[in-house]
Every structure is written in structure tokens, then in C-alpha cells.
């Protein structure tokens, strides 16, 4: 597995580079036209084995210090992921 640069900004104009996995750099694009979706769309438009897929949201929404994504949990859809930026624009 690879690495991206990601050229990203945030909210108020602030730019980023971000330095991401291959998988964390597909599902990160995947949210420059919507502003949240469910594990379940994720798995299916970049289609990943199950336990990578886990572990790239999980990097990106369930760590200390500052998260790119949000995780909501629904019982009967299961979890959703959003962005905390809801300004955020990534290109390559």
C-alpha cells in the first residue's frame, strides 16, 4: 500500500498537506461531494477488504487530537461517517 499527498483546506481558508494512505486517500474524496455516509457506502464505492476499511475510518475518526471524521451510530443503519469540516476540499 502507497501514500498520497493530499492538498486539503479547511474551514476558513487554511491550507494543509496531508500525507495519507492509499485507502484513507479514497475515502477522503469520497466526502468532496457529500457531507456524510454510512460504512456501508464507503465499503462499497472503494471496495476494500473489510478489516482495512475498519482500520483507515478508525484512523481518521477514532483518535485523541484532532479528527478529520465523526462517527455517528445508528442501530438500524449502523455508523455513519461525516466530516468535522464541513468546508473541506481535498485534492491530489
Known sequence: MGTADLKVIFGKGQKHELIVSTHQMCALMLFNN???LSYKEIEQA????AS???RCLQSMACVKGKNILGKKQNRERGPRFLLLHPSLSVSL
Open 34 to 36: 457529500v457531507d456524510n
Open 52 to 54: 482495512d476499511l475498519k
Open 46 to 49: 472503494i471496495e476494500i477488504p
